[in-house]
């Protein structure tokens, strides 16, 4: 008999986690490498020790949880990578990451339990700082398992200066060591990863299971503009250097490239910080994000290069000096169709109505494709809403998932 997972265990940790760094709304803070993440990561490693499973931390922040007689590639063996991440954005959902977390550590556990044989060594991840909330290093953990360390700064910082090298530390990493969480490719056979949709498209078409086809790219940048700060009341207008009228223009200027420009899928200015943020004091300095989304990489370097061009005509004009932070840039990428070919299997197998769709938002899979094949699973999101407290899923569609997810894993 094919081996089942235990619905009520998976749907009481996804309530158990959803109230670490609860904001009491529904609404989640867990930013990578923050004391609600590093909560969370601590009461991953005690389930799954409970569990009979082995639990260790990379040193980039990872959390590896493996069978107690297996290992990476014990006897040689290839492995079976499958996980997702514990962090959020601010304010974000409880489903963003940790259900994937949550639905592979059930599938590790009923492995278990079941003895069941499989070709590849199972091992479940939870990637650090995927959201790069904090430290704007997103996909943090799965770019250093991925070997992807020449695109991560040497010393990364927080938005207020505060280096990762202490946070990582207090989760058990150690950035002086970072090469020893590097993977070899050939070590893992495939990854997949579960989650929320995150969209609208299940819910619409009234399918339980999507089979991703497709991840998104993504261009992260931030840019700072600065003036001179000065009185409200008393400064002429005429000799104000104000960076928010500037910042303004430039929050216009990104709406654009996705809006009349229409060079890429999305784009958004989704953080805003002012220096000093008084009401009135003209502004010394603004910092924003931008955020550029699109499936073809050759739109997104467009999408940059008109924005660079505008940001240089805007700073000319004001006479204020912006300056441009590359943050992080994904490149989109296409799951493997053997894993996607599984999963469709699998949800037929289990009688649950599934379809093929790209993915808008980002996910470590698309990293972790730099040295493996992946694949990944969506089960629908209520409403289509994430990266909000409204985020949400059914159990049933939880639990169908979680299913999919065992299946996919046996299969293989
Ligand atoms: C990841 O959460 C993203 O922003 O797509
Ligand atoms: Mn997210
Ligand atoms: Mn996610």
Same mark, same amino acid.
């Given at each position: 008999m094919t081996p089942d997972i235990d619905a009520r265990r998976l749907l009481d940790r996804i309530e158990a986690f959803a109230r670490i760094g609860g904001n009491g709304d529904g609404g989640i803070t867990r930013e990578g490498f923050g004391a609600a993440d590093l909560e969370a990561r601590a009461r991953l490693s005690k389930e799954a020790q409970i569990g009979g499973l082995d639990s260790t931390v990379d040193a980039a922040g990872n959390v590896l949880i493996r069978r107690p007689e297996g290992?990476?590639?014990?006897?040689g063996r290839r492995v079976l990578l499958f996980g997702s991440h514990l962090d959020t954005v601010a304010? &974000?959902?409880? %489903?963003?990451?940790a259900y994937g977390v949550l639905a592979g550590l059930e599938v590790m556990q009923t492995i278990v339990e079941s003895g069941a044989e499989l070709t590849y060594e199972p091992v479940l991840v939870a990637f650090?700082?995927?959201?790069?909330?904090?430290?704007?290093?997103?996909f943090w953990g799965s770019k250093v398992l991925a070997g992807a360390l020449e695109t991560l700064p040497e010393d990364p910082r927080d938005r207020? &200066?505060?280096? %990762?090298r202490h946070p990582l530390a207090l989760a058990g990493g150690d950035l002086a060591a970072l090469s020893t969480a590097v993977w070899p490719a050939e070590s893992v056979a495939a990854y997949l990863e579960l989650h929320?949709?995150?969209?609208p498209v299940l819910e619409r078409g009234g399918r339980t299971i999507g089979v991703v086809d497709s991840i998104t790219g993504r261009t992260q940048l931030t840019v700072e503009v600065r003036g001179s700060a000065g009185h409200a009341g008393t400064t002429p207008m005429e000799l104000r250097r104000d960076p928010m009228t500037v910042a303004a223009r430039i929050v216009l200027a990104v709406e654009d490239l996705a809006g009349e420009q229409r060079l890429c899928r999305v784009a958004t200015v989704g953080w805003v910080e002012v220096q000093p943020n008084s009401p009135n004091t003209i502004a010394d300095s603004v910092r924003l994000t931008i955020d550029l989304r699109d499936s073809v990489p050759s739109n997104l370097e467009n999408a940059e290069q008109a924005l660079r061009t505008s940001l240089a005509s805007l700073g000319k004009q004001a006479e204020m000096h912006i300056d441009i932070r590359v943050d992080a840039r994904a490149a989109p990428v296409a799951t493997d169709p053997v894993l996607r070919a599984a999963i469709t299997a699998s949800a037929d197998e289990l009688g649950l109505p599934h379809q093929t769709l790209p993915s808008g938002a980002g996910h470590d899979a698309q990293i972790v494709a730099r040295i493996a094949p992946i694949g990944m699973i969506f089960v629908p999101s209520i409403g289509g809403v994430?990266?909000?407290?409204e985020e949400d899923t059914a159990a049933t569609d939880l639990v169908a998932g979680a299913r999919v997810l065992l299946r996919t894993v046996l299969r293989l």
């Amino acid at each position: 008999m094919t081996p089942d997972i235990d619905a009520r265990r998976l749907l009481d940790r996804i309530e158990a986690f959803a109230r670490i760094g609860g904001n009491g709304d529904g609404g989640i803070t867990r930013e990578g490498f923050g004391a609600a993440d590093l909560e969370a990561r601590a009461r991953l490693s005690k389930e799954a020790q409970i569990g009979g499973l082995d639990s260790t931390v990379d040193a980039a922040g990872n959390v590896l949880i493996r069978r107690p007689e297996g290992g990476r590639g014990a006897e040689g063996r290839r492995v079976l990578l499958f996980g997702s991440h514990l962090d959020t954005v601010a304010n &974000g959902g409880r %489903l963003d990451g940790a259900y994937g977390v949550l639905a592979g550590l059930e599938v590790m556990q009923t492995i278990v339990e079941s003895g069941a044989e499989l070709t590849y060594e199972p091992v479940l991840v939870a990637f650090s700082n995927e959201e790069g909330a904090l430290f704007p290093q997103p996909f943090w953990g799965s770019k250093v398992l991925a070997g992807a360390l020449e695109t991560l700064p040497e010393d990364p910082r927080d938005r207020s &200066g505060r280096s %990762l090298r202490h946070p990582l530390a207090l989760a058990g990493g150690d950035l002086a060591a970072l090469s020893t969480a590097v993977w070899p490719a050939e070590s893992v056979a495939a990854y997949l990863e579960l989650h929320v949709e995150q969209g609208p498209v299940l819910e619409r078409g009234g399918r339980t299971i999507g089979v991703v086809d497709s991840i998104t790219g993504r261009t992260q940048l931030t840019v700072e503009v600065r003036g001179s700060a000065g009185h409200a009341g008393t400064t002429p207008m005429e000799l104000r250097r104000d960076p928010m009228t500037v910042a303004a223009r430039i929050v216009l200027a990104v709406e654009d490239l996705a809006g009349e420009q229409r060079l890429c899928r999305v784009a958004t200015v989704g953080w805003v910080e002012v220096q000093p943020n008084s009401p009135n004091t003209i502004a010394d300095s603004v910092r924003l994000t931008i955020d550029l989304r699109d499936s073809v990489p050759s739109n997104l370097e467009n999408a940059e290069q008109a924005l660079r061009t505008s940001l240089a005509s805007l700073g000319k004009q004001a006479e204020m000096h912006i300056d441009i932070r590359v943050d992080a840039r994904a490149a989109p990428v296409a799951t493997d169709p053997v894993l996607r070919a599984a999963i469709t299997a699998s949800a037929d197998e289990l009688g649950l109505p599934h379809q093929t769709l790209p993915s808008g938002a980002g996910h470590d899979a698309q990293i972790v494709a730099r040295i493996a094949p992946i694949g990944m699973i969506f089960v629908p999101s209520i409403g289509g809403v994430s990266h909000v407290p409204e985020e949400d899923t059914a159990a049933t569609d939880l639990v169908a998932g979680a299913r999919v997810l065992l299946r996919t894993v046996l299969r293989l």
